[in-house]
């Protein structure tokens, strides 16, 4: 209930993720509730809350006289302005989806980015500035590429763009801000200090100086949310809470983390900077996402509905902030200028550690704990990683929302949505494998975006979708029960009116999420557990990428691949639902060389011994190649030719009897 009052004791950080979390987090909760301290009154006055919005207002932004609320409707396409005295609501902008990350400055005005994808699929963001005082809007930073975010500084606003970046006046005073896993702070002259105050975290994310300019709030992604000076000592560890914000320089307000199950873990906390106080401030059923502070006032969303919800605190809020006078302008970030726009990927390699939503498939019996059987989230990062630098090779630019495989760091989902918006990326893009879970078995790549099908909620979602689905659906190792496809979310699954997938919600950039094919279909699944079929698909990936971004011919390099089987050997597996070429044994341990045009050797494969036949040559130069097949020792029983084109996957599927011969 939003007006009980308790303390959390000292141990209460969320360390371990999702259901582990929740269930500490109810249990902490039970047992601090038969706790009755009674201490300062720190907490939410009574009858104080209030629904300031019906519905569909997310990313709300309270003026700091209280005046006036800004918000977002689900998909960020519009950014509506409320009038809190006279109820009137005005649409502030409604192009270039300028919803989610504006603000409103300490001066009153709205400040916000607007997006726009170009022919080559490269996303430039613009900054604005809406003053509702008279109405009038105009753009104060032109169309740039990457990370362009408003931010509040200690006596103005920033744009912070990564070429130009627009402050309200001349004397902003100190701000803060994070790219990547580097914190950043500006002091009023304009020098910049970046800090690593956290080590191995994902990537940090919500800075924020304190009122009074001598503190840092950020959440380090996998870590949690902490406090640090201004030379990155870290003052306090504060657990796994999200989009924090300070109240005043000794409380801060943030959500806790909702996990992955989407759980009804979502809720506003009040913490203090010395670990003493841990007190809900929104009711525990409620669902209560991305809070936001304007003097003793939190409003806060309520995620599905989008209820807005204001609750005023019981306690003294941080000082007004002083306001510089003077004109906005506007400036180069050195060594930014001359940096080419490479078009940018934020790739997120699905779910992470194994546990329970990991899907997990045993193959062997190796023993309990074991990590080495098919897990989704082993391929997932196996794809991600390769695809990371496969796109990096290319010329891309790339940021990864984890590199290891443990449960720390499979992040919440809105995380991963901060991280991807944060990396100012061109596109999102999130890998899995796919499971019909039932004894019916099928195998075809899927992808998802977000919105109905047909139409995508945002533009360029779908035709990313379909060209990276055509690429993985050309994969000739895999053998499809079903053509390729590509599907709105919303149209998918049957969640709710626009519930669909979560790594999406608040995801505004252009982007899918790709199920590459199923892996408990079970030949497909032995293909999975070979870490260079991995990298094909990501390989494959890569051309949708290149198509997407009209960069078909930008790479010289070409992949040689296929598979291995006995022509007249059934395969035996205890799951003998099989199509076409799967039902053929692959030959274990084969050996494939390849020599070039000059007939020198180039390279040599070895097939795995896990009943897939599968091997890869990749980054080949363009050539007409000789490859020779042998088995059993140094037995060659096929020789074939196979060219190398550039920037493209060549297969050559190869099949041997039982009873051939080798070759003299
Ligand atoms: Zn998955």
Same mark, same amino acid.
């Given at each position: 209930?939003?007006?009980?009052?308790?303390?959390?004791?000292?141990?209460?950080?969320?360390?371990?993720?999702?259901?582990?979390?929740?269930?500490?987090?109810?249990?902490?909760?039970?047992?601090?509730?038969?706790?009755?301290?009674?201490?300062?009154?720190?907490?939410?006055?009574?009858?104080?809350?209030?629904?300031?919005?019906?519905?569909?207002?997310?990313?709300?932004?309270?003026?700091?006289?209280?005046?006036?609320?800004?918000?977002?409707?689900?998909?960020?396409?519009?950014?509506?302005?409320?009038?809190?005295?006279?109820? #009137?609501?005005?649409?502030?902008?409604?192009?270039?989806?300028?919803?989610?990350?504006?603000?409103?400055?300490?001066?009153?005005?709205?400040?916000? #980015?607007?997006?726009?994808?170009?022919?080559?699929?490269? #996303?430039?963001?613009?900054?604005?500035?809406?003053?509702?005082?008279?109405?009038?809007?105009?753009?104060?930073?032109?169309?740039?590429?990457?990370?362009?975010?408003?931010?509040?500084?200690?006596?103005?606003?920033?744009?912070?763009?990564?070429?130009?970046?627009?402050?309200?006046?001349?004397?902003?005073?100190?701000?803060?801000?994070?790219?990547?896993?580097?914190?950043?702070?500006?002091?009023?002259?304009?020098?910049?200090?970046?800090?690593?105050?956290?080590?191995?975290?994902?990537?940090?994310?919500?800075?924020?100086?304190?009122?009074?300019?001598?503190?840092?709030?950020?959440?380090?992604?996998?870590?949690?949310?902490?406090?640090?000076?201004?030379?990155?000592?870290?003052?306090?560890?504060?657990?796994?809470?999200?989009?924090?914000?300070?109240?005043?320089?000794?409380?801060?307000?943030?959500?806790?983390?909702?996990?992955?199950?989407?759980?009804?873990?979502?809720?506003?906390?009040?913490?203090?900077?010395?670990?003493?106080?841990?007190?809900?401030?929104?009711?525990?059923?409620?669902?209560?996402?991305?809070?936001?502070?304007?003097?003793?006032?939190?409003?806060?969303?309520?995620?599905?509905?989008?209820?807005?919800?204001?609750?005023?605190?019981?306690?003294?809020?941080?000082?007004?902030?002083?306001?510089?006078?003077?004109?906005?302008?506007?400036?180069?970030?050195?060594?930014?200028?001359?940096?080419?726009?490479?078009?940018?990927?934020?790739?997120?390699?699905?779910?992470?550690?194994?546990?329970?939503?990991?899907?997990?498939?045993?193959?062997?019996?190796?023993?309990?704990?074991?990590?080495?059987?098919?897990?989704?989230?082993?391929?997932?990062?196996?794809?991600?990683?390769?695809?990371?630098?496969?796109?990096? @090779?290319?010329?891309?630019?790339?940021?990864?929302?984890?590199?290891?495989?443990?449960?720390?760091?499979?992040?919440?989902?809105?995380?991963?949505?901060?991280?991807?918006?944060?990396?100012?990326?061109?596109?999102?893009?999130?890998?899995?494998?796919?499971?019909?879970?039932?004894?019916?078995?099928?195998?075809?790549?899927?992808?998802?975006?977000?919105?109905?099908?047909?139409?995508?909620?945002?533009?360029?979602?779908?035709?990313?979708?379909?060209?990276?689905?055509?690429?993985?659906?050309?994969?000739?190792?895999?053998?499809?029960?079903?053509?390729?496809?590509?599907?709105?979310?919303?149209?998918?699954?049957?969640?709710?009116?626009? #519930?669909?997938?979560?790594?999406?919600?608040?995801?505004?950039?252009?982007?899918?999420?790709?199920?590459?094919?199923?892996?408990?279909?079970?030949?497909?699944?032995?293909?999975?557990?070979?870490?260079?079929?991995?990298?094909?698909?990501?390989? @494959?990936?890569?051309?949708?990428?290149?198509?997407?971004?009209?960069?078909?011919?930008?790479?010289?390099?070409?992949?040689?691949?296929?598979?291995?089987?006995?022509?007249?050997?059934?395969?035996?597996?205890?799951?003998?639902?099989?199509?076409?070429?799967?039902?053929?044994?692959?030959?274990?341990?084969?050996?494939?060389?390849?020599?070039?045009?000059?007939?020198?050797?180039?390279?040599?494969?070895?097939?795995?011994?896990?009943?897939?036949?599968?091997?890869?040559?990749?980054?080949?130069?363009?050539?007409?190649?000789?490859?020779?097949?042998?088995?059993?020792?140094?037995?060659?029983?096929?020789?074939?030719?196979?060219?190398?084109?550039?920037?493209?996957?060549?297969?050559?599927?190869?099949?041997?009897?039982?009873?051939?011969?080798?070759?003299?």
């Amino acid at each position: 209930m939003i007006n009980e009052k308790f303390f959390l004791p000292l141990p209460f950080r969320m360390k371990t993720r999702k259901k582990i979390v929740m269930k500490k987090l109810l249990l902490l909760i039970t047992v601090s509730c038969l706790w009755t301290i009674n201490a300062t009154a720190v907490g939410v006055k009574p009858g104080s809350v209030k629904t300031l919005v019906d519905s569909c207002g997310f990313f709300p932004q309270l003026s700091h006289d209280g005046q006036w609320l800004l918000y977002s409707p689900t998909e960020g396409t519009s950014l509506m302005l409320k009038n809190l005295t006279t109820g #009137v609501v005005t649409t502030v902008a409604d192009k270039g989806y300028p919803g989610f990350d504006a603000i409103i400055g300490n001066d009153g005005k709205v400040y916000y #980015v607007t997006q726009q994808r170009k022919k080559n699929g490269l #996303v430039y963001r613009t900054g604005h500035c809406y003053d509702p005082a008279t109405g009038k809007d105009k753009v104060v930073l032109k169309a740039q590429h990457g990370r362009v975010q408003p931010l509040q500084a200690a006596h103005g606003v920033v744009i912070n763009g990564e070429r130009q970046v627009y402050r309200s006046s001349k004397q902003v005073g100190s701000w803060a801000y994070t790219r990547g896993d580097v914190l950043y702070l500006v002091d009023g002259p304009g020098t910049v200090r970046a800090l690593q105050p956290v080590k191995d975290s994902n990537g940090y994310l919500w800075a924020a100086l304190s009122p009074d300019g001598t503190k840092v709030l950020f959440e380090a992604a996998s870590k949690g949310l902490f406090v640090c000076d201004l030379n990155g000592e870290i003052i306090a560890d504060l657990g796994e809470f999200l989009m924090p914000c300070w109240y005043n320089d000794d409380y801060i307000i943030a959500m806790s983390n909702a996990g992955n199950l989407r759980l009804n873990g979502s809720r506003i906390w009040l913490l203090s900077v010395n670990g003493e106080v841990y007190k809900p401030i929104s009711d525990q059923d409620e669902r209560a996402v991305q809070p936001m502070v304007a003097g003793n006032k939190v409003v806060y969303s309520v995620i599905y509905s989008g209820q807005v919800k204001q609750v005023e605190l019981d306690m003294l809020p941080a000082a007004p902030q002083l306001l510089a006078s003077g004109k906005g302008k506007t400036e180069k970030v050195k060594n930014a200028a001359n940096k080419p726009d490479a078009p940018r990927v934020f790739i997120n390699p699905g779910h992470g550690g194994h546990d329970s939503d990991d899907r997990h498939v045993p193959t062997w019996v190796i023993g309990e704990q074991d990590t080495l059987h098919y897990y989704e989230s082993n391929s997932n990062l196996t794809k991600g990683l390769a695809l990371k630098e496969i796109l990096e @090779n290319k010329g891309y630019e790339t940021a990864i929302s984890r590199k290891t495989n443990t449960t720390e760091d499979d992040l919440d989902l809105f995380e991963i949505v901060s991280l991807a918006a944060n990396s100012g990326a061109d596109v999102f893009f999130s890998i899995h494998s796919n499971a019909t879970g039932i004894e019916k078995r099928v195998n075809f790549p899927l992808g998802l975006y977000r919105g109905w099908d047909g139409k995508p909620a945002v533009e360029g979602s779908m035709k990313l979708s379909q060209l990276v689905m055509k690429h993985l659906y050309g994969n000739e190792l895999a053998v499809w029960t079903n053509n390729q496809r590509s599907n709105g979310d919303w149209s998918f699954y049957d969640w709710g009116y626009k #519930v669909g997938l979560g790594v999406l919600r608040f995801n505004k950039l252009p982007g899918f999420l790709s199920e590459g094919s199923f892996h408990d279909y079970l030949p497909e699944r032995e293909r999975l557990l070979n870490d260079t079929y991995c990298w094909l698909e990501a390989w @494959n990936q890569s051309l949708g990428f290149d198509e997407y971004f009209g960069r078909k011919k930008q790479f010289k390099n070409g992949v040689i691949a296929g598979t291995v089987r006995w022509s007249d050997i059934p395969r035996y597996d205890e799951d003998t639902r099989q199509f076409a070429e799967d039902r053929l044994l692959p030959i274990n341990g084969a050996l494939l060389r390849l020599y070039n045009g000059r007939g020198a050797l180039s390279r040599v494969y070895k097939v795995d011994n896990r009943d897939n036949g599968v091997y890869v040559f990749t980054n080949l130069e363009p050539d007409k190649y000789r490859l020779e097949l042998y088995y059993g020792g140094e037995n060659r029983y096929i020789t074939t030719k196979v060219k190398a084109n550039k920037n493209q996957t060549s297969y050559k599927n190869l099949k041997l009897s039982k009873d051939q011969k080798p070759k003299k």
